[in-house]
């Protein structure tokens, strides 16, 4: 099984241009969400998914869309990239969102580089 | 607001040593916690814990939850170069909508020397 697959892997963007990250999964999962590292900061959520057609906002979604039409794909827009997007982006799934259970599979991130 | 807060956030040891990872929780309606193991790409799973004083245990690597103090330790034992990773804790919380829930601590960079 592939997993989860992002691309690209490397990216970079001049201030004011729109880029999109692309996320697939073939799990089969429900659960989809879009994460970004940063030194010192940890994971932080910016996006996520229960399932097809639902997205709701995470801890710093600013700057950013996302959109689930299928269960597979879970794509993340920059409208307009700022140099204070410049991280790592991780896509993660999961088969669903139950606490109790379910551990998050990762992609393996997108490096992002705003100028 | 929730927190997760890890401890050493660098440690060099030499191979052969045992170290411990720390991870301190505050989240509300916890339910779970969560080690990953991260080196240069994504972070791969390790244990999740749900219950205090279980611990779980694969190969060199163990982990036990403490609900009442609200911490988890990750033991590593005999280290060896490829156990050179960032080591990520994560409290998952239930919101009851359906959200993720899952606050990460900022890691561990554990460095094994030969």
């Known amino acids: 099984n592939a997993g989860v697959t992002q691309t690209p892997k490397f990216q970079v963007l001049k201030t004011g241009q729109s880029m999109t990250l692309q996320c697939a999964q073939d799990m089969n999962h429900e659960y989809m969400s879009w994460y970004r590292q940063d030194p010192g900061m940890g994971l932080r959520l910016i996006h996520y998914s229960v399932g097809a057609g639902i997205t709701d906002q995470g801890e710093v979604p600013n700057g950013y869309n996302v959109s689930r039409s299928t269960t597979e794909d879970f794509p993340l827009r920059l409208l307009s990239a700022a140099p204070s997007q410049t991280s790592v982006y991780f896509c993660?799934?999961?088969?669903?969102?139950?606490?109790?259970?379910?551990?998050?599979?990762f992609g393996e991130g997108s490096r992002l580089t705003v100028l | 607001e929730d927190k997760v807060v890890q401890s050493p956030l660098s440690l060099v040891v030499h191979e052969g040593d045992t170290v411990t990872l720390n991870c301190s929780y505050e989240?509300?309606?916890?339910?779970?916690l969560l080690w990953y193991k991260q080196e240069k790409k994504a972070p791969t799973f390790l244990f999740m814990l749900t219950s205090s004083g279980i611990e779980k245990k694969s190969g060199r690597l163990s982990s036990i939850l403490d609900k009442k103090e609200l911490f988890s330790i990750l033991n590593i034992t005999a280290t060896q170069t490829g156990d050179s990773a960032v080591y990520l804790c994560?409290?998952?919380?239930?919101?009851?909508?359906?959200?993720?829930?899952?606050?990460f601590g900022k890691g561990t960079h554990l460095i094994i020397q030969p």
């Open positions: 989240v509300t309606n916890f339910r779970s």
């Open positions: 993660a799934s999961s088969y669903d969102s139950s606490p109790l259970t379910r551990e998050l599979f």
């Open positions: 994560a409290a998952r919380s239930w919101s009851g909508g359906g959200a993720d829930g899952l606050t």
